[in-house]
C-alpha cells in the first residue's frame, strides 16, 4: 500500500507563491506517475500537473501554464508543486496522486488513471 501526505498549503495573497509538498510511503515512488489535482467548492476536481516517473516530461493544465511547475526528488519520494503568481481562482484543496507505470515518459492526465491519493491541502488566495 502506498500512502501519499501533502503539505504546503495556506493562505497567500494574489500574486504570492507558495510551494507544496507529497511524500510517498513504499519502495516504488521511482516507478509512480505523480500528478497534482485541485477541487474548489461546488466543482469538479480538475487536473493541475502531472510529471513521469524519470521528472523528464510534465503536463500542465490551461490555467496555471507558465506559473506552476511540478518537480520530483525520488531519493526523497517527493513530489513538488511551486505556485508562483497566484490568483483566487487558484483557491481550492489541492491533492497529490500517483499510480505505477511502465514507461518512464508517461504522464497522466486523468483522474481515474491515478491509483493513490493524498488527503489534500487547502490553498486559499486572498484578492
Known amino acids: 500500500q502506498v500512502q501519499l501526505v501533502e503539505s504546503g498549503g495556506g493562505l497567500v495573497q494574489a500574486g504570492g507563491s507558495l510551494k507544496l509538498s507529497c511524500v510517498a510511503s513504499?519502495?516504488?515512488?521511482?516507478?509512480?506517475?505523480m500528478g497534482w489535482f485541485r477541487q474548489a467548492p461546488r466543482k469538479e476536481r480538475e487536473f493541475v500537473a502531472g510529471?513521469?516517473?524519470?521528472?523528464?516530461?510534465?503536463n500542465y493544465a490551461d490555467s496555471v501554464k507558465g506559473r506552476f511547475t511540478i518537480s520530483r526528488d525520488n531519493a526523497k519520494n517527493t513530489v513538488y508543486l511551486q505556485m508562483n503568481s497566484l490568483k483566487p481562482e487558484d483557491t481550492a484543496v489541492y491533492y497529490c496522486?500517483?499510480?505505477?507505470?511502465?514507461?518512464?515518459?508517461?504522464?497522466?492526465?486523468?483522474?481515474?488513471?491515478?491509483?493513490?491519493w493524498g488527503q489534500g491541502t487547502q490553498v486559499t488566495v486572498s484578492s
Open positions: 510529471i513521469s516517473w524519470s521528472g523528464g516530461r510534465t
Open positions: 496522486a500517483g499510480t505505477r507505470t511502465t514507461n518512464w515518459e508517461t504522464v497522466l492526465t486523468a483522474r481515474y488513471d491515478y491509483t493513490y
Open positions: 513504499g519502495r516504488t515512488f521511482s516507478t509512480f506517475a
